[in-house]
């Protein structure tokens, strides 16, 4: 199975390079490595482009215009880029265990997508990490919040594993899906800017399609790096949209994936990657 792991960013390059750095310490490597960024500066290119040369695999970095919060956007045009018949999508301030790609090709099955855990950390776990370049996550990784769910296990991931997912849990920090499953919903609704719920309405329009969601715990780990809360206060537009989409019971949004497919639908050449930046 052709996997392609699409991180997404925005002007946050030291988390970006311990993701990185996870990312090349992987057992089972992803096929590529595509990251969605949202408008970033001249450094986060610099990054990716020193990357480019070292990871092993073809690595992709897909920018669009800084024009205020677009990750639905940015997450589209990452899934049309991709290659691969398995997408698994993470953010670009998640640390991956060693595992992480390798349990998300165990947990993948035919009309399904999965839901892994966000382990959060403290602000000095973040910092502690950041600061020795470690991509340490396990049980035993300083500075983490609900530590429980750091411990890695076969046995335990067949037990606690649920074959359904919540709504309160879909995060798109740590999901996976068939790439075909997402171009019939459209993938990502982009009337939705600012933070938040573009990640449960992409889930909700998926679930009414018949697509199952399930929650994987105890695999597939990933630390989420300590930063200041994004949530806007007050009334968010978002919930209106993705109440709607609850209420229709919609499959398909207006404007999503579909408008991106063309500008990748030949591929990118081999030959121009590592790197390949396109915006």
Known sequence: MRISLIITTYNWPQALDLALTSVAHQSRMPDEVIIADDGSGEETARLVASWGARLGV???HVWQENQGFRAGRSRNRGIAAASGEYVIAVDGDMILHKHFVADHERAA????????????????????????????????????????????????????????????????????YWRSDLIAVNGFEEHMVGWGFEDKECAARLLHLGVRGKELRYAALAAHLYHAGRAPQGHN???????????????????????????????IPVAARPPYRLG
């Open 58 to 60: 073809p690595l992709l």
């Open 109 to 176: 099955e035919p009309g399904c997508f999965v839901q892994g855990v966000r382990i959060p950390t403290h602000p000095h776990g973040a910092a502690w990490l950041l600061k020795r370049r470690s991509t340490w996550v396990n049980c035993f990784t300083p500075g983490l919040r609900r530590r429980h769910q750091a411990l890695r296990s076969h046995w335990l991931s067949r037990q606690f594993s649920r074959p359904s997912v919540t709504m309160a849990r879909v995060k798109s920090c740590n999901q996976a």
């Open 237 to 267: 537009p978002n919930t209106v949209l993705f109440n709607a989409t609850l209420k229709s019971r919609r499959t398909r949004c207006d404007l999503g994936l579909d408008q991106h497919l063309a500008e990748f639908a030949g591929g």
